[in-house]
């Protein structure tokens, strides 16, 4: 069976490297957001990033 770090490699094998780094900060900007009620303040507070920087890494993801 994969691990779910392994079935992520796996699906990423052969994307751009800026592919794979964007998805992955797009997952982690949605995980923290969840886990966060949506508050985008203390969603930067668990990614340990300023919240101005988190809003224009989104908007640059193209998350709203």
Known sequence: A??????TIEAEVGMPLREVVERSQ???????LAASQGNWA??????C???SN???????LGIS
């Not at 994969?2 to 079935?7: E, F, Q, S, V």
């Not at 797009?26 to 923290?32: C, G, K, L, T, V």
């Not at 203390?42 to 990614?47: D, H, K, N, Q, T």
């Not at 988190?54 to 640059?60: F, G, M, V």
């Open 2 to 7: 994969l691990t779910p770090i392994t079935a």
């Open 26 to 32: 797009r997952d982690a900007i949605h995980q923290a």
């Open 42 to 47: 203390a969603a930067a507070r668990l990614l």
């Open 49 to 51: 990033v300023d919240a």
């Open 54 to 60: 988190l809003h224009k890494l989104a908007r640059r």
